[in-house]
């Protein structure tokens, strides 16, 4: 959600602290903040809205100085005003923070009975109050945001810039994720290692609990306990230059464009050239022993591990069971040694998910987490991680990152099918051959992009939408609808087709699409009846399907989309493009912020 970046630099650190801030603005914000120290002293500059007002509001009045800390602010507590922007601070300390303080509240009556004067809404200001305070009392700035530290209840990453002390960074982390970069006699501090990518390569993660003191050339990291721990430094593959949008529009049409070569690049490493088999890391985890799965994420990662469920169950005939995180963490379910705990996450950071992922653990599961950050907590929290391979995706609304996903469940689902004995070896590659097709397949339907830009125009003026699928594209429906709904702001749901009937039938009239997602295969005459019934009420039908099928429906349909033929393993992950498409082309023709939908964040780092 929020974003931080640090920096204790050779140069003016501001334009640094901007540039920075931009390549987190996908995480979401609604107001932004830089503070640096000017001759000793703390001075602030902070907007409400987007970046460009922070801008503007550094050209209007200049900001000097080396080190500083800059923060997007993605409001919790307290409006989104320029106020209530960070940073937040006194005369002797200013602080950034991502995530929330849960016992803000006693801790301002605290310090409110001491003297310390509020002036904002936020949680946030009672870290600086209470660092305040304890410099007021004599501490040296360690010693007082370590005591500080030690009393704040919740999920964070803050940072730290005090007057005075131009050589000195300090960040907390405490289930929010924090990164340390490596400069020349520079020192840089952010919520990920893209905000630091045009600065540094060389980089270390906080591990949950830690801080870290940062000085002009060095990091000294300590952890819950405030004993000194070292932290290896690793080599990030992001570089400044991964995250442009080329002659692209926006950084959602980019990324809906590289739909092939993520799909492909992710089968590269999964697949044997050789074998033409799907293989695995080197495991931490016996899969023969696994008696059960839990699949647990959020938002389109739920869907993702929703279209596995049916692939696992089908092909390695294994119990599944699926939730999404934030029920799953307080559902408390019993879960036994032998069952796998899998998790997804494009960041690898999602609360509720972490959250989840631990519940696991503590269970005496193994997890196994899908993510799109190797270097994120979830990753290095599991006992196997499967990367995605999709690059940096900067949209909030996840389009290329759900796709790679598919890609990877499905690979995993076709080994333990291989493992388990369930699936021969030759049933095994005509599924990996039908894999291998998808990249082509996924270029064809972008190719055809213009079907569904004049299907959008059918679409904008709906105040409801209703999708439509059966079995492994019941997901892809309710992705189909998510997208949408982010998108456009249209109101849109996804069901399964054969609950149409048991209520949502109710909502069918001319004025509201009806969108099915219907490959040909075992399926296709149930959700065909289906689809009749919804026209018989005088639904418009909207058709994704193969030639066939829309042949087959062309007396019901208002609008077909025509699709390559597919076999029905991989038709999730193919299907998955053109509803993205849809909502894609739907929001530009409402003109809506596509790369930043109002009231969303990319990285939810907090419940």
Request: aromatic share 6%; glycine share 8%.
């Amino acid at each position: 959600m929020c974003g931080i970046v640090g920096v204790i630099g050779k140069e003016p650190a501001a334009p640094l602290l901007l540039d920075g801030l931009s390549r987190l603005a996908y995480r979401g914000y609604d107001s932004a903040g830089i503070a640096t120290l000017v001759a000793g002293r703390i001075v602030r500059r902070r907007a409400e809205g987007k970046l460009g007002n922070l801008a503007r509001a550094l050209t209007a009045r200049k900001l000097d100085g080396t080190t500083g800390i800059g923060h997007t602010r993605w409001a919790t507590h307290g409006a989104p005003t320029e106020i209530n922007a960070h940073p937040h601070g006194t005369e002797r300390v200013a602080v950034v923070h991502n995530g929330i303080i849960e016992n803000h509240a006693e801790l301002r009556l605290e310090l409110e009975s001491e003297g310390q004067v509020f002036l904002t809404e936020t949680d946030t200001e009672t870290v600086a109050q209470l660092v305040d305070l304890n410099l007021a009392r004599g501490m040296d700035p360690i010693t007082a945001a370590a005591s500080a530290f030690h009393r704040l209840e919740g999920a964070y990453a803050l940072a730290l810039i005090f007057a005075g002390h131009p050589d000195l960074i300090i960040g907390a982390q405490r289930g929010a994720p924090l990164a340390v970069g490596y400069g020349d006699d520079e020192m840089y501090l952010g919520s990920d290692a893209l905000a630091l990518a045009p600065l540094t390569r060389r980089i270390a993660y906080l591990t949950d609990g830690d801080w870290v003191i940062l000085s002009r050339s060095d990091a000294e990291f300590r952890d819950a306990l405030d004993q000194r721990v070292e932290r290896p430094i690793k080599l990030t593959r992001l570089t400044g230059a991964s995250i442009g949008k080329g002659n692209f529009r926006h950084f959602m049409e980019k990324e809906l464009h590289e739909h092939p070569v993520v799909i492909g690049d992710t089968l590269h490493r999964m697949i044997d050239p050789a074998t033409r088999m799907p293989v695995l890391p080197e495991l931490a985890i016996d899969l023969r022993s696994i008696t059960r799965i839990t699949i647990s994420a959020c938002g389109s990662a739920f869907y993702a591990g929703l279209t596995a469920r049916y692939w696992l169950e089908e092909y390695a005939r294994i119990a599944v069971d699926a939730d999404v995180a934030s029920e799953f963490r307080y559902r408390e379910p019993p879960l036994a040694q032998h069952e796998l705990g899998v998790v997804v996450s494009q960041s690898g950071e999602t609360a509720d998910t972490m959250a989840a992922l631990r519940y696991m653990k503590q269970q005496g599961c193994k997890v196994m987490s899908v993510v799109n950050v190797p270097e994120s907590t979830m990753a290095r929290e599991s006992d196997l991680m499967l990367e995605t391979i999709a690059g940096p995706e900067i949209s909030v609304a996840s389009t290329k990152a759900f796709t790679a996903q598919l890609t990877v469940l499905a690979g995993f689902a076709l080994t333990l099918a291989r493992i388990r004995g369930t699936l021969s070896d030759e049933a095994i590659e005509r599924l990996v051959a039908r894999l291998m097709e998808l990249p082509a397949k996924a270029a064809q339907i972008l190719n055809d992009e213009d079907a569904i830009r004049i299907l959008a125009t059918q679409i904008q003026d709906a105040r409801d939408v209703l999708f439509f699928g059966r079995g492994s594209m019941m997901p892809i429906a309710m992705e189909g609808a998510l997208k949408l709904k982010e998108l456009s702001y249209i109101h849109a749901e996804g069901y399964p087709a054969g609950e149409m009937k048991h209520g949502p039938i109710a909502l069918i009239d001319p004025s509201v699409p009806v969108i099915a997602v219907l490959p040909s295969g075992p399926l296709f005459e149930k959700t065909a009846s289906n689809l009749q019934e919804a026209a018989a009420r005088g639904g418009r039908i909207i058709l994704f399907s193969d030639a066939a099928g829309v042949d087959k429906l062309a007396g019901i349909t208002t609008q077909s989309i025509t699709l390559p033929d597919c076999d029905p393993f991989v038709a999730p992950i193919l299907y998955a493009i053109p509803v993205q498409m849809l909502a894609y082309h739907v929001a530009i023709l409402k003109g809506t912020d596509v790369d930043q939908p109002r009231n969303l964040a990319k990285s939810v780092t907090v419940e």
